[in-house]
């Protein structure tokens, strides 16, 4: 088992800059790769962005290039979620997850990462950007 543990979140202004943390524990070793999901207030989870746990590749979600970028720390068994130009619709709960499973096809499967096939999750820090 993985134990992920968000924190980081809060309420910023539009414009305005968080960045978000997912310490893991436990079972680290067995993880392929570690991502970010957000929930905003009456809508579908929705992927964000997701990182090669021993490597370097990197997807991110259309909607958030440029302004959310996804970095991690192996030796802290951290993920980070840098967000910048923050904007009232990034206003959602952010979910850390990781999977022990190998990516389909190529890492920027988006198909994959869209249905949020995930091994693990943690439960969630809340964001809230006003206008």
């Known amino acids: 088992q993985v134990q992920l543990v968000e924190s980081g979140g809060g309420l910023v202004q539009a414009g305005g800059s968080l960045r978000l943390s997912c310490a893991a524990s436990g079972r680290t070793f067995s993880i392929y790769a570690m991502g970010w999901f957000r929930q905003a207030p009456g809508k579908e989870r929705e992927f964000v962005s997701a990182?090669?746990?021993?490597?370097?590749?990197?997807v991110h979600a259309n909607s958030v290039k440029g302004r959310l970028t996804i970095s991690k720390d192996n030796a802290k068994n951290t993920l980070y979620l840098q967000m910048n130009s923050l904007k009232p619709e990034d206003t959602a709960v952010y979910y850390c997850?990781?999977?022990?499973?190998?990516?389909?096809?190529?890492?920027?499967?988006?198909?994959?990462w869209g249905k949020g096939t995930m091994d693990y999750w943690g439960k969630g820090t809340l964001v809230t950007v006003s206008s």
């Open positions: 990182i090669r746990w021993s490597g370097s590749n990197i």
């Open positions: 997850a990781a999977s022990d499973r190998v990516v389909p096809i190529n890492f920027a499967n988006m198909e994959y």
